[in-house]
Structure formats: C-alpha cells, structure tokens
C-alpha cells in the first residue's frame, strides 16, 4: 500500500488512539496489573502461596492425628512396651537383641 492510504487511516483511527479517556483507562489498566503490592501479580501469587500453605496445613494435621492416636494407644503398658522394644531397642533383663540390618 503508498503511503496515502496509510495516512489516511492513521487520520481516521486518530481520533481514538489520542483520546485522553482511552490513554487514562490503559494507564490505569498497566498500574492495575504490574504495578504495586496489590497488582493482579501479586494477588495471584499469594493466591498460589495459599494453596500451597493450606495444602501443607491438611498434611500437618493428619500426622496431629495420627500422633495423638500413638499417645493414646500408649497408654497401654503392653503397647508402651512393644513400642520401646521396636523403635528404641529396649529390652527385659536376662534377654537377648538381636538386630537384623535389611538393605
């Protein structure tokens, strides 16, 4: 195309590109996204963050319970006993242990 037909529209489209409403709506649209603690960036990263850290949450909580059923069976001395001899080596007088390593 020669540069009159390009002239011409640029002529005809003008009067929208310099429109100040139009310039002030895209500025504030550019600040909105990008710029600032409370961009759409940002609140979308925290968003993120949150899940993350609520997802974390519901894991801890289920090892809580999971601790407090352990607390609560050993309240049984039979049960206490067993878990001194699995998990600290424990032993009565007069027997033997025996560890077995598996690879």
């Known amino acids: 195309m020669n540069q009159e037909v ?16 139009l310039i002030a709506i895209l ?10 603690n409370q961009s759409l960036i940002t609140r979308i990263r925290y968003a993120c963050e949150i899940r993350e850290k609520k997802a ?5 909580e289920k090892k ?4 407090r059923n352990d607390i609560q069976s050993l309240e049984d001395p039979e049960q206490l006993e067993r878990y001194a001899r699995e998990h600290y080596l424990m032993h009565a007088e007069g027997e033997d242990l025996y560890i077995i390593e598996e690879d």
């Open 64 to 67: 809580i319970e999971a601790t």
């Open 27 to 36: 500025v504030f649209a550019v600040v909105y996204v990008f710029v600032g």
């Open 6 to 21: 390009w002239k011409e529209r640029f002529f005809k489209w003008r009067k929208y590109l310099f429109n100040k409403y």
């Open 56 to 60: 974390e949450l519901r894991e801890y």
